[in-house]
């Protein structure tokens, strides 16, 4: 759990470097890739939340 939040927040703060990379050289590849980075992270997040919920689901039953 600790490993995962920590991937998670490394590929967070990875997407926001090339925002800010972005920004600064106004060069359109560092928003495609922030993009990128933040897409896949958030369906990422999306999926083990899913896995937490049938965890819990399967403990009712």
């Known amino acids: 759990m600790l490993l995962f939040r920590l991937v998670i927040g490394l590929l967070l703060v990875a ?3 090339c925002f800010a ?3 600064g050289t106004r060069d359109v590849r560092w ?3 922030g993009q990128l980075i933040i897409k896949w992270t958030v369906l990422a ?3 083990f939340a ?3 919920v ?3 689901l399967v403990l009712l039953l």
């Open 15 to 17: 997407g926001i470097l």
């Open 21 to 23: 990379f972005y920004i």
């Open 31 to 33: 928003r495609y890739r």
């Open 45 to 47: 997040l999306m999926g």
């Open 50 to 52: 899913a896995v937490l």
């Open 54 to 56: 049938l965890e819990r």
